[in-house]
């Protein structure tokens, strides 16, 4: 398996535009994890999926962000409008609940 | 406080030497991870334990669950373990992960 897979690596973006993050976990689990790390805050875990199906999204930090899975291999975290504080690494993992989190390596977002 | 504490922030070490990394926390957890950031910012889990000891290669990581504390190990240390460690908890209440800030290591040859 090709491990947690996240398009893109890099992301400059103009504030006010829209910007979607792209998922791929590994097969077969059956949980997802989207988090954010910057060098304030650190890691952070935004929302995660159980089965597809949202199951925690109170580290959303706004309604600017959305997140989907619809289905088992697939997940998006959009932003829109972005801001320069949203610039951060945005990181997906998955795991087999309740096992060991597999990350992805990262999107880099800048938003200028 | 932070829920999850880390230490040392950072850390040094010659190549060889016998590494400790010391993760503390204060809530009830479910499980605690120790995952590895590398200078190029991939992430890497290493370990996850409820209970006990685990070894992988020259990595070992113990957990005491009635005193909240958790160790990480590294024999024999290489320029190539330089990296960030980091620990995380899963809340037993909210089913969350409660990172630590990391702790820094470089080795050095």
């Known amino acids: 398996d090709a491990g947690v897979i996240q398009s893109p690596r890099h992301e400059v973006t103009e504030m006010g535009q829209e910007v979607t993050l792209r998922c791929k976990p590994i097969?077969?689990?059956?949980?997802l994890f989207w988090y954010r790390q910057t060098m304030m805050r650190g890691l952070e875990l935004l929302i995660y999926?159980?089965?597809?199906?949202?199951?925690?999204d109170s580290g959303m930090p706004e309604d600017r962000f959305s997140a989907k899975m619809p289905n088992a291999s697939f997940s998006t975290l959009k932003i829109q409008p972005s801001e320069p504080r949203d610039s951060a690494v945005y990181f997906c993992?998955?795991?087999?609940?309740?096992?060991?989190?597999?990350f992805g390596q990262g999107t880099r977002l800048t938003v200028v | 406080k932070n829920e999850v504490e880390q230490s040392p922030q950072n850390l040094t070490a010659q190549e060889g030497e016998f590494i400790t990394i010391n993760c503390s926390y204060s809530?009830?957890?479910?499980?605690l991870h120790w995952l590895q950031q590398h200078p190029g910012g991939g992430i890497v889990s290493l370990f996850m334990?409820?209970?006990g000891k685990k070894k992988h290669g020259r990595l070992i990581a113990t957990i005491n669950i009635q005193e909240k504390h958790s160790s990480l190990h590294i024999t024999a240390s290489h320029p190539r373990d330089s990296a960030v460690y980091i620990c995380?908890?899963?809340?037993?209440?909210?089913?969350?992960?409660?990172f630590g800030t990391g702790t820094r290591l470089q080795v050095f040859p």
């Open positions: 993992a998955s795991s087999l609940e309740p096992g060991q989190a597999f």
């Open positions: 097969s077969g689990h059956n949980s």
């Open positions: 999926f159980n089965n597809n199906v949202p199951i925690d």
């Open positions: 809530v009830g957890i479910s499980a």
């Open positions: 334990l409820s209970s």
């Open positions: 995380a908890v899963r809340s037993y209440n909210t089913d969350k992960l409660i």
